[in-house]
């Protein structure tokens, strides 16, 4: 081949390269929940809209399984390493069992970070926290102790599924910090499974096997929300009361009720919104990630990695009647 042709083939090839990656450059996030249809991770899922939309080159797969299995998870996480995603943030139903699918993603370039509910280090590059797991443990336990005369009684625990990271880590917080509050004595817990009739059921079967409960704790807004239920159907309102961790839209009934009279959580929306933003921030190189780093997330400002490999969002805020209903048209 003549040099000139040469040359020229290999200006057409380069512009191909460049016209290929120019048509290929919506960075692709794969926003994988527990479960679809709660609506804890429909509120992220706005957030993270917002922050493709802000950042104007990216797309958000929200997915997840039907119901909170770490299979589920694996599956739906197969399938977005086949559609050649850029980016993959979970909320992880287990952090061990999804590790190997989340190695084989990053094994091909895929940048994996974890969210809400963390996975094992080895399947992330990062973790990213609600708020301190410590301020959200003695959160749950100082609810439970004002729905209490005098913070003494009996409570008990409605989680979501035996393998939640962010459950197990926030009801290990609750069991540290218990003597803290010696007027509470925790009784049991029960899991649900962030499944709406699952969770009504054990709450029922707390409230007839434990006449002695005066509080359920749920640090889980699908499980907060069958619990007040539970208890309003059982006329145990006054009687029994319901908190923890739930959604103002969704627990302003409960409230108004008398179920509750307080609960609390972060704001899932700017949550979504950050994890999107640290993906997007990976995959286009801005950071690596790595722990003491620190990453833009926009609205959010600057996100700072901790040595282990965590970020951790803003305080937990309290609702109650006099807030409730405002807030319940956010979130
Ligand atoms: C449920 C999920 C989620 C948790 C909230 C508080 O929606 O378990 O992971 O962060 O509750």
Redesign the pocket.
């Known amino acids: 081949m003549k040099l000139f042709a040469k040359l020229a083939l290999g200006t057409a090839l380069g512009l191909a390269l460049v016209t290929g990656a120019a048509s290929a450059e919506t960075v692709k996030i794969g926003l994988v929940v527990?479960s679809l249809g709660?609506g804890?991770?429909e509120a992220a899922n706005k957030g993270a809209q917002e922050a493709a939309k802000e950042l104007g080159d990216v797309e958000v797969i929200y997915t997840g399984p039907t119901s909170t299995t770490a299979e589920g998870q694996i599956e739906v996480i197969n399938a977005l390493i086949a559609q050649k995603v850029d980016a993959i943030a979970v909320?992880a139903n287990d952090p061990d069992a999804v590790v190997p699918a989340l190695k084989k993603a990053m094994q091909r370039g895929i940048k994996v970070i974890s969210w809400?509910?963390a996975v094992g280090k080895d399947g992330r590059i990062l973790h990213l926290n609600?708020s301190s797991n410590e301020l959200i443990g003695n959160m749950c336990l100082k609810l439970a102790a004002a729905h209490l005369p005098d913070g003494k009684g009996d409570f008990a625990i409605l989680s979501?599924t035996t393998t939640?990271t962010?459950?197990n880590t926030w009801i290990a917080e609750m069991k540290k910090q218990l003597p803290k509050y010696p007027g509470l004595n925790l009784v049991t817990t029960v899991y649900g499974d962030?499944l709406a009739d699952k969770s009504y059921r054990e709450a029922q079967g707390l409230l007839s096997t434990h006449p002695n409960v005066k509080v359920i704790v749920a640090?889980?807004?699908?499980g907060v929300l069958a619990a007040s239920q539970a208890v309003k159907d059982a006329g145990k309102i006054g009687e029994v009361f319901v908190t923890g961790?739930g959604l103002p839209s969704e627990m302003a009934g409960a409230v108004h009720s008398g179920a509750t009279k307080e609960f609390a959580?972060w704001n899932p929306i700017d949550l979504g919104y950050s994890a999107t933003q640290l993906a997007y921030r990976l995959v286009k190189k801005e950071s690596d990630g790595k722990p003491d780093s620190e990453i833009d997330a926009g609205r959010m400002g600057k996100i700072k990695i901790g040595a282990d490999g965590e970020a951790a969002m803003a305080d937990p805020f309290v609702y109650d009647k006099s807030n409730v209903d405002a807030f319940a048209k956010i979130f």
């Open positions: 527990k709660n804890f991770f909320s809400d509910s609600p979501a939640s962010n459950q962030d640090p889980t807004t699908v961790l959580i």
